[in-house]
């Protein structure tokens, strides 16, 4: 498959962060051309880029897709109740043909908002992958180990079948496996290592719930005389393959422990705000040790959304006014956690986070001609500030068009929606 995109404003996010205006040809899975000049060439597809911006797909680093489901099912309520009154009771009836409606309600939803990757945790991650599979997006798929098990498995399953799981999955060219110790609350130091030795083993990436609330770090020290981080420091999980979700709760000396292991960290502001944590993840002094930053959206339950967009201008604004200080968390900054550092924190950032030639062709058009857009001043700034995930007019992901002015070519829009209000309706009634 060939595409050719012309006169189009580009924001490159390559090293230099240029911005050009010109013609972009893609072939097969990679950007062949990014050009100032006219590109002279036939093309299976031909978008005229008129009023259009083009930038690198943006890359959600945590979230539950299947949770869509239960998208403004239970808000407004503590944490602890919400959990265990609302949505654990729900999660226990699930099983994996809700876990693909869920999923393809999600898929719909972050390509018709501009994600072209996203790393998930959840259960039934086979039908999560297969699904994602046949849509044709990228995704890092998180199989869940929970000491007391998990709605699909029993606890003496876990090892087993995540090891049959990422076999399965670390050959595929999109689609990779994620081993995902729900948390340290919830995993022991036996579940912990053994998480451990299958990422080691295979080299697949970890990613884990860290210090999301106060609670849940108190809970931990009193456990282990350690916080969550020092715990994930003793196992060996903190570690170049790890992922860190949330963060809202942990201290300068666990930065510096978070650095020298390098590990990563995926900021969830909309969520972490919305369910209360209380906590801000403190990023500029991530920032300031050099540390790798991405953001994601969370679930669709306590965000309400998987719109990238939004977590981002909640990312800039949030910590503005926690630090009093406008200038703290800059446009660029933002855009950069989920484009390029998103990459980085995936390991897959000499492939994708940018549109460069030789870069595989994830990338998305903005349709700038807006009354919310106008006037086009800085378009880094309006990126964060001003547009929505209703902006995004096209999306491609490793050189398939999934979605071209508005409409689905991988997915069956109105199906999709039926679907999963009749599957939600089953579930929570």
Known sequence: MSILIKKAIILTQNKKREQLHGDIYIEDQDIIQVSKRPISTEADYKIDGNKKLILPGLINTHTHIPMTLLRGYSDDIILQEWLEQRVWPVEAQIDSKSVEIGTKLGLLEMISSGTTTFMDMYFFEDTIGKTAEKAEMRSFIGFAFIDFGTPEYNPEKLVPECERFVKRWKDHEIVKPVIAPHGVYTC?????????????????????HCSETREEVYNVQKKYKLRPVGVLKKYGLLCDKMVLAHCGWITKNEIGDIKNGGAKVSHCPVSNMKIATGGYAPIPEMLEANAI???????????????????????????????WDPSILPAQTVLDFATIDGSRALGIGKKVGSIEEGKKADVIMIDLNKPHLTPQHDYVSHLVYAARGGDVCTTITNGKVLMLENKFLTLNYNKIIDNAEKCAKGLTC
Do not use: Y
């Open 188 to 208: 022991g130091p036996e579940n912990l290592q053994k998480s451990l030795e299958i990422a080691n083993k295979h080299d697949a990436l970890l990613h884990i």
């Open 293 to 323: 930053v991405s953001l994601g959206t969370d679930g669709a339950a306590s965000n309400n959304t998987l719109d990238m967009f939004d977590t981002m201008k909640f990312c800039a604004l949030v910590h503005k006014q926690h630090r």
